[in-house]
């Protein structure tokens, strides 16, 4: 009698988890389109292809709230849409310098680097990103 029950638990499980991956999926397919929908809107030119990335926080006004979502990069804009929750537009005017860093607001992850943006008011924003060094080809580097 209990071995059924807990295979069906174990079935409820595996069917929940399945559908949040696909769910997951489909939001980011949505955020995608949407980055590319708007991009053309605003005659925009995409340097880097929207692609999953993560954003890990910022000094100032975008939050300190980690999470997932799309980020691309046109000539004007960087854009970020989070999976769930507003979409984060930081045009590529306000970015002083941009830089690859070990740790960003306290966290360090091992074998991933920070991509590390400083804007025109000091605000520092942080995101993980599949090719830093691409985003570095794209943005004005660090001076140091």
């Known amino acids: 009698m209990y071995w059924i029950i807990a295979i069906s638990i174990i079935v409820f499980i595996v069917l929940l988890l399945s559908f949040t991956k696909t769910a997951l999926k489909i939001r980011a397919l949505a955020k995608t389109s949407k980055i590319l929908h708007d ?62 860093e ?13 991509l590390v943006l400083c804007l025109d008011d000091g605000t520092q924003v942080g995101f993980i990103v599949k090719d830093a060094n691409e985003w570095m080809r794209h943005l004005p580097e660090k001076k140091n």
């Open 39 to 100: 991009t053309s809107l605003r005659n925009e030119n995409l340097l880097i292809e929207p692609y999953w990335g993560s954003f890990r926080g910022a000094t100032e006004k975008y939050g300190k709230i980690k999470c997932d979502g799309i980020i691309a990069l046109t000539d004007k804009n960087l854009v970020f849409e989070k999976i769930a929750g507003d979409s984060i537009e930081i045009p590529v005017r306000k970015i002083v310098s941009s830089s690859m």
């Open 102 to 114: 070990k740790s960003f607001l306290g966290e360090s992850r091992p074998g991933q680097d920070y």
